[in-house]
Each structure stands twice: as structure tokens, then as C-alpha cells.
């Protein structure tokens, strides 16, 4: 098809090379010149053509990605791929922006062996379940606990003559539930979405297993029954680590997606009028749709940033536990906790934000965009519920403030907090990226010292942490989350600095974002700035007038910035973000396609006939 002449027109225009920012996004050239070569590999292979999984029941659907699941796997095998990026780039590419039914068994069955399992329980079960001989699942939450672990009820009691634990569920609440990948034993019923994972539960009655079963990289129990401890008691909390490190990155991506549908769309479509008889504007030339998606895809950006950071940050730390050194675990646990919560709770606010702003057509699953999100909103519950999380960050802050009073140095990602930082210069000028982020900083360490001196107050006053921190969660959730904002605000500036020295145009246009992000976050907590004597009035209204200057520099760049992420259209499976632009024809096209368009509609005939026969 032809493309539609408002892309056309947008794609002459920009001041950077599309190809040299997916470069960058991707890692390099080698590596986005990989991704094209994977993808296609799916896109050419008939094994991976189906029925639109839009238009199919629950059992349909999972029938379907379990399927295509199974391909992806076997491709995977067939092309000897063992690294995680290029794996996901093939997953992606199958699952039509679902989540697939063996997903669980990589990221919470295979990791977990990986982290806790000795040796000899690697040879048993890691290598096996690597290759899919023994699919597992991570059964941990339970119909009445999933965020306080300590809760939990099921039962393992150890018996020293046949060296086994026996399992039990002792009450109705021990029932575990929402186990992914629980194939054979129950399923939980429908969910909001996550339709492509079949999440079950398990009741367990006298059921054994022998000691050697319980992984004993770290801790494990004798014969005699005495448990020996880890070296580092946390680690027994490392199975919730890796899928929580990566799901920001997750986050990026699901963002990316929506953010390229609703800003192509919002080329194409064409509504109202703003000077008479001059026609329709594109829907994107109104302020108030750049300030739906230009901060969205800023966002996008930043996320990404901090998401390929945090991945690289885990790794590291995860070499170095394997080496028998644990003293990044904490901040390592904290980051990803931050980065989780924050990312994929304003991620899935900034899907809906697309949704809205395609307007009708945003609600058909034609957009791709309720698909998105139904998926994509599971990761502010699953993995740790977004408060459980921000409070764990937070708590780790509160012992941030008491290190400072003690002189003991702080980890590397909070060493701004002992900083000091004179009130900022008065902001008439462009703001820069970094006076954005000494601002985003300075309201994070302000906050940490507010909210630690009422957290003290009320300790002293009770003498009990626990009730000390529940009078304080509100602003302690807060804490966390403007301590997160830094981090993420200090990942973006970083990178931008480098992509500067090494490509300006790229970097000039990335610095755009940038400011464009960091404004947004300093305009939604003006009250904190002025409350703390950083910014007056005056200041902020002057920075209210550069994010509306920097809207019309980023609007030429738009359509651009969208197409270096890269996704091909089987991947985004949406007719609103098509690359091409040629919505109309094929939303009617889509349409036509229904099943209901060709079922039979003998049901409708029936009711309407005994609605229009009954005396009412
Ligand atoms: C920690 C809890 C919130 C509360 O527990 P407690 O009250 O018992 O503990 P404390 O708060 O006192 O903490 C004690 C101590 O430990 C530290 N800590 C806590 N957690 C960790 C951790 N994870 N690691 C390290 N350290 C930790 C804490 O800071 C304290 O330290 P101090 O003593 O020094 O203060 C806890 O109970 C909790 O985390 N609750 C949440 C429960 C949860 O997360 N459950 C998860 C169930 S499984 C699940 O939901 C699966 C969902 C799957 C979704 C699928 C996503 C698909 C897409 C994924 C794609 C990703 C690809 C990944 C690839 C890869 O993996 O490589
Ligand atoms: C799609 C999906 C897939 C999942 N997959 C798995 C899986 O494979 N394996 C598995 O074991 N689990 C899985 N889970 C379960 C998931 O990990 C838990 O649902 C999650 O950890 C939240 O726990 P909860 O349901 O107990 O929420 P609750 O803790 O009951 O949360 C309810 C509310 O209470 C608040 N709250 C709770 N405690 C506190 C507190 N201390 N302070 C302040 N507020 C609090 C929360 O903020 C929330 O608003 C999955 C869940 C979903 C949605």
C-alpha cells in the first residue's frame, strides 16, 4: 500500500538519522541488524501464521500461544540462541503482544534453580528445565497472602526418618493461587488479561518430597533436621529479584508500543478546524494532544534508559553474589523494587493516556491498545504489589538518613542525598537537563529529611518501627517514589551527556526529551518546590513556558523519535500505528473480519422477536 501522505510529509522533515538512534536504543548496529534478521526469521516462517488472536475466546487463546509458544521455543533451539535480548526478540515477534502460557516457567522456574540450586541440583533440574524436559512454575502467593510473605501458611514439616518434607495446606487461605503456568491442577478462572497464561492453584494434602529437594545453594536443612543459615539471609528473597530487575525494561517496551501507535495515528487523523476554511488539522498539531504524548514519549525514552541500566546494574550484582559477595544486594533489591513500582504503574497510566487519545478507535482492539494494556497492567501487581515495593525503597531511605548522621558512606545511586544544594539560580533562561536534575534531587533529599524527622517523632513517641512507618506510609510511598525519579532522571541525563559526544544530532534531539521529562516531573510537584523555597512562582510559570516551547520542538521530530524504536508492524499488530499509515481501509478491512460478521444471527432474531411479541 501507499503511504499515507501525512507520514509521508512527517518523515521528510526531523534534524537526526532514524537509523543511528534505533542503533543506539538497540546497543549498536550488529545488534539491531540481529533483531531484523530474528524477526524475520518468525515473520517468514509459516508455523507462526494464525487466527488474529483478537477474535478469539479464552480457550481459544491460549490454545493459540501455547502453540506459537512452543514454536518460539523450538526456533530458539533451532537458531542456538542463548542470549536473553535476542530470545525475548523472537518471543515478541510471535506472541501479538500477549504474554505467552510458558513465560513463568523461564523467568520465575528456570532463574530461581539458577540463583538458589547447589550444583548437584543444577545437573537435576536446571539442565532439564532448560531444555523444557521438566516445566515448572513459582508457587508462592496464596489465596490469603501474596505481598506479606511472612503470612504464608502452607505447611512443610520435616520428618527425620524418611528424610522428607511433607506439604500441606492446612485452611482454605494456604491454597495457593495465581501459580503461572499451573497447567494440570486447577485454573483460577478469567482474568483481566494475562489471557495467554494459565495461573492455577494447588491444594496440597500430605504431599512428599525428599530433603535434597529444597535448593541448598545458600541455606539448607541437615538430616538430623537443623537448618543451616545463608551467608547472607536475604538471598532466600532472590527468586523475587530478576523478573522485578526486568520488568522496567518491560515497561519501556510496552510504553514505546503504545506511544508510536497514538502519535502515528495522531498524524494521520484529522479533526475539527482551527483556522476557518484552511481544513482539518492533524490531531496531533493541537497543544493539548502534544501534551497527552510528547511527555509519553519522553517517558518512553527515559524508561528505556534506566531499564537497559538497571538490567546491566542486576547482572553485575548477580556476578558478584555468585562470587560470595553480597554488599550491592541491598541497593541492587531497592533499585529494582523503585524502578518496578514507578515504571510500570506510570506506564500503564501513560497506555491508557494513548488509548484516550486515539479516540474511539482507540477502545477497538483494532488499535492493539487494550491488548496492551490488560497485559501490561498485571506487572503493577504481579512481583510485588506497587506500595509493598515503594515502601521497601522507602525504608531503605529512612536507614539512608541515619547513615548520614552516622558518617557512613552511602551507596552510590543515593550519594546525591549528601549533597548540598544552594537554592536554584532563577530560572528565566532554556532550562537544562542538568539544573532539571539537581531540582528532581534536591525535592528527593528535602522529602527524605521531612518525611524521616515525622517517622523519628513517632517512633520516639511509640517506640515501635512498624507503627512508626504505617502513621507515615503516604508519605513514605511518596519518598520513594521522588528518590526513583532521580534515579531515573540521573540514567537519562547520563546517557544523553554521552550520545552528545558521540553523535550530537541524536544527542540534541534526546536532550529535548530529556528537559521535556524532567519539566513534567518538576511541574506535577510545583507545590513541594515552592513549599521548599527552590522555585517561585515566577520560575515555574517561566518553566511552564518551556515545556510548551519544547512541544514545538519536538513536534517536527515526532513521527521520527516513534519510528527508531523500530517495531515492525507484525509486532505491533495495531491498524491505528500502522507504518504505512492506510488506517481507514484496514480497520473496515478488520472489521469485515469478524467472526460475529459471519456467524449466524439466529439469537439476535430470536430475543428481538420475544422482546417485540411480549405485551410489555
Ligand atoms: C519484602 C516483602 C515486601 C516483605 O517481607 P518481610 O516483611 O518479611 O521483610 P522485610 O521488609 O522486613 O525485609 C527483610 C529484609 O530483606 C530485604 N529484602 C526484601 N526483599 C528482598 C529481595 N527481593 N532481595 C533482597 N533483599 C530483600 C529487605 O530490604 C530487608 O532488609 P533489611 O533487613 O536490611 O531492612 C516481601 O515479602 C515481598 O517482596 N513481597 C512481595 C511478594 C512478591 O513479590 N511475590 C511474587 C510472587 S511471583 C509473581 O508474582 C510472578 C509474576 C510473574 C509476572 C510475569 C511477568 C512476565 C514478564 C517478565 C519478563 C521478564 C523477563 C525476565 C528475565 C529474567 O529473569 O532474566
Ligand atoms: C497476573 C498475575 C500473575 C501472578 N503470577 C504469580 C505466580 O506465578 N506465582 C505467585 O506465587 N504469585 C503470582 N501472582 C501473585 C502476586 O505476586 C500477588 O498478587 C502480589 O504479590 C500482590 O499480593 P496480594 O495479592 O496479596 O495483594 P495484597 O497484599 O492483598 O494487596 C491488596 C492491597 O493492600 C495493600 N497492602 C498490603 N499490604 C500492605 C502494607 N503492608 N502496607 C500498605 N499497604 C498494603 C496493597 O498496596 C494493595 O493495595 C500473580 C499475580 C498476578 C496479578
Redesign the pocket.
Known amino acids: 500500500m501507499p503511504m499515507n501522505p501525512d507520514l509521508e510529509k512527517e518523515r521528510q522533515g526531523g534534524t537526526f538519522d532514524v537509523e543511528q538512534l534505533t542503533h543506539i536504543l538497540d546497543g549498536g548496529r550488529d545488534k539491531t541488524l540481529k533483531r531484523h534478521f530474528l524477526e524475520q526469521e518468525v515473520l517468514k516462517d509459516p508455523v507462526f501464521r494464525g487466527p488474529d488472536t483478537r477474535f478469539l475466546s479464552r480457550e481459544e487463546l491460549f490454545g493459540e500461544l501455547l502453540r506459537k509458544h512452543v514454536a518460539v521455543i523450538k526456533k530458539t533451539q533451532e537458531l542456538s540462541i542463548d542470549d ?1 535480548n535476542e530470545a ?1 526478540t523472537i518471543y515478541s515477534a510471535a506472541m501479538n503482544n500477549n ?1 505467552g502460557p510458558l ?2 516457567h ?3 522456574f528456570v ?1 530461581p534453580l539458577d540463583l538458589m540450586a547447589d550444583d548437584e541440583q543444577k545437573k537435576k533440574w536446571l539442565i532439564p528445565a532448560k531444555k523444557y524436559e521438566i516445566i515448572g512454575c ?1 508457587a ?2 496464596e489465596l490469603g497472602h ?5 503470612g504464608l501458611e502452607t505447611r512443610a514439616d520435616y520428618d527425620v526418618n524418611t528424610q522428607q518434607f511433607v506439604l500441606n495446606t492446612p485452611t482454605e487461605t494456604a491454597i495457593k493461587w ?1 501459580v ?1 503456568g499451573c497447567v494440570a491442577v486447577g485454573d483460577i478462572g478469567p482474568k483481566f488479561g494475562f489471557g495467554g ?1 494459565d495461573n492455577g492453584y494447588l491444594c496440597l494434602n500430605n504431599v512428599r518430597i525428599p530433603r535434597d529437594n529444597l535448593l541448598a545453594k545458600t541455606g539448607k536443612v541437615l538430616e538430623d533436621g537443623t537448618y543451616v543459615k545463608p551467608e547472607n539471609p ?2 532466600v ?2 527468586s ?8 522496567p525494561k ?1 515497561g519501556a517496551y510496552n510504553l514505546s508500543k503504545a506511544v508510536t501507535i497514538a502519535i502515528r495515528y495522531s498524524c494521520v487523523r484529522h479533526q475539527s478546524e482551527i483556522k476557518p476554511g484552511c481544513g482539518e488539522p492533524q490531531v496531533l498539531d493541537y497543544q493539548t494532544q502534544q501534551h497527552k504524548l510528547f511527555p509519553l514519549l519522553a517517558t518512553a525514552y527515559a524508561f528505556h534508559t534506566v531499564g537497559v541500566w538497571m538490567l546491566d546494574f542486576h547482572s553485575t550484582v548477580m556476578n558478584e553474589i555468585n562470587e560470595g559477595h553480597y554488599h550491592r ?2 541497593e ?3 533499585l529494582a ?1 523503585g524502578l518496578k513500582a514507578v515504571i510500570n504503574w506510570k506506564t500503564h497510566e501513560g497506555i491508557e493516556i494513548c488509548r484516550f487519545s486515539c479516540g474511539g478507535h482507540g477502545y477497538s482492539l483494532a488499535s492493539s491498545l487494550p491488548v496492551i494494556y490488560v497485559n501490561h497492567v ?2 503493577s501487581t ?4 506497587t506500595v ?2 515503594l ?2 525503597t522507602a ?2 531511605l529512612m ?1 539512608c538518613v541515619i547513615d548520614l548522621e552516622q558518617g557512613t558512606p552511602l551507596d552510590p545511586s543515593v550519594a546525591y542525598l549528601d549533597q548540598s544544594f544552594s537554592k536554584s539560580e532563577q530560572w528565566c533562561s532554556d532550562v537544562d537537563m542538568h539544573s532539571l536534575l539537581k531540582a528532581i534531587q534536591f525535592r528527593s533529599k528535602k522529602f527524605t529529611e521531612y518525611v524521616s524527622s515525622f517517622v523519628k517523632k513517632e517512633l520516639m513517641a511509640t517506640g515501635n518501627q512498624q507503627l512508626a512507618f504505617n502513621k507515615h506510609k503516604v508519605i513514605l510511598v511518596e519518598c520513594a517514589k521522588a528518590h526513583t525519579e532521580a534515579v531515573i532522571m540521573n540514567a537519562f541525563v547520563t546517557k544523553v551527556d554521552e550520545i552528545l559526544q558521540s553523535n550530537p544530532s541524536v544527542g540534541k534531539v534526546l536532550s529535548l526529551l530529556c528537559q521535556i521529562y524532567g519539566v513534567t516531573e518538576i511541574l506535577a510537584h510545583s507545590g513541594d518546590y515552592i513549599q521548599y523555597e527552590y522555585l517561585r512562582k515566577i520560575d515555574l510559570d517561566n518553566i511552564q513556558d518551556q515545556l510548551f516551547k519544547l512541544y514545538t520542538y519536538i513536534r517536527p521530530e515526532a513521527v521520527l523519535l516513534v519510528d527508531a524504536f523500530d517495531f515492525h508492524d507484525e509486532v505491533l499488530k495495531s491498524i491505528l500505528g500502522r507504518y504505512d499509515g492506510q488506517v481507514y481501509e484496514n480497520m473496515f478491512k478488520w472489521a469485515k473480519a469478524s467472526p460475529f460478521n459471519k456467524q449466524d444471527q439466529g439469537t439476535f432474531r430470536k430475543y428481538i422477536q420475544q422482546l417485540k411479541q411480549a405485551k410489555l
Open positions: 536473553i525475548s504474554v513465560t513463568l523461564s523467568v520465575a532463574a513459582y508462592q502467593t501474596g505481598s506479606f510473605i511472612r495465581w503461572g497464561v536475604k538471598v528473597y532472590g523475587m529479584l530478576g523478573i522485578r530487575a526486568a520488568l518491560v544486594l541491598a541492587d533489591h531497592v523494587a498485571a506487572n504481579a512481583e510485588g504489589e509493598i515495593l515502601l521497601q525504608v531503605y536507614k
